[in-house]
Structures are given as structure tokens and as C-alpha cells.
């Protein structure tokens, strides 16, 4: 098993920043995908970055440019550094790890972007 606790999400003014971050624990492999999802009320859940245990990374259209993605393999943390916030990026965030065979989900962060 694996366990995801996610922290970082907040209130925060459109223009303005935040930082997520999420930790893993448990039975992890060596080889494994993290990233984030969102869930905006009424909307599906939908990726928002990921990156690869090798580096490698990709990005929502509506958010590259402005959200970066970035791990420490020792901690086995990934963050997500949000940049120039919208109202639109109003959502629960969700950590998500992938091993093969199985996707493992944190519980959620809340992030508001409102004036």
C-alpha cells in the first residue's frame, strides 16, 4: 500500500501564488509517476501536471507557463508550484501516484483563488 498526504492549498488573490506539496510512503517502487489532478465542482477530474521518476514532465495547456512541477526522489515528495493564479484554478487538487498496475490518489487540497 501507499499513502499520499498532500498540503499547501489555501485562499489565495488571482495573480497570486501558491505551493503544494505531496509526500508518499509505504510500498513504493523505484520507477513511479506523481502528479496532480483537479476537480472543479460540476467538472470532471482533470491532469494538471505530472512528472516521471526520470524527469520528465508534462503540463495541462491551461496551466503551462505557469505551474511548475518538480520532485525529490529521496523524500519521495512532489510539489507543484502555482504561479499567477486564476479564479478559474479554483478546484480540490489531488496527488497522484502511478506504479505500474495501480494508481494510488491523496485526499485532496483545497485551492480558491477569489478577491
Known amino acids: 500500500q501507499v499513502q499520499l498526504v498532500e498540503s499547501g492549498g489555501g485562499l489565495v488573490q488571482p495573480g497570486g501564488r501558491l505551493r503544494l506539496s505531496c509526500t508518499a510512503s509505504?510500498?513504493?517502487?523505484?520507477?513511479?509517476?506523481m502528479g496532480w489532478y483537479r476537480q472543479a465542482p460540476g467538472k470532471q477530474r482533470e491532469l494538471v501536471a505530472a512528472?516521471?521518476?526520470?524527469?520528465?514532465?508534462d503540463y495541462a495547456r491551461s496551466v503551462k507557463g505557469r505551474f511548475i512541477i518538480s520532485r525529490d526522489n529521496a523524500k519521495n515528495t512532489v510539489y507543484l508550484q502555482m504561479n499567477s493564479l486564476k479564479p478559474e484554478d479554483t478546484a480540490v487538487y489531488y496527488c497522484?501516484?502511478?506504479?505500474?498496475?495501480?494508481?494510488?490518489w491523496g485526499q485532496g487540497t483545497q485551492v480558491t483563488v477569489s478577491s
Open positions: 497522484m501516484l502511478n506504479q505500474p498496475g495501480r494508481d494510488y
Open positions: 509505504g510500498s513504493i517502487f523505484s520507477i513511479y509517476t
Open positions: 512528472i516521471s521518476s526520470s524527469g520528465s514532465m
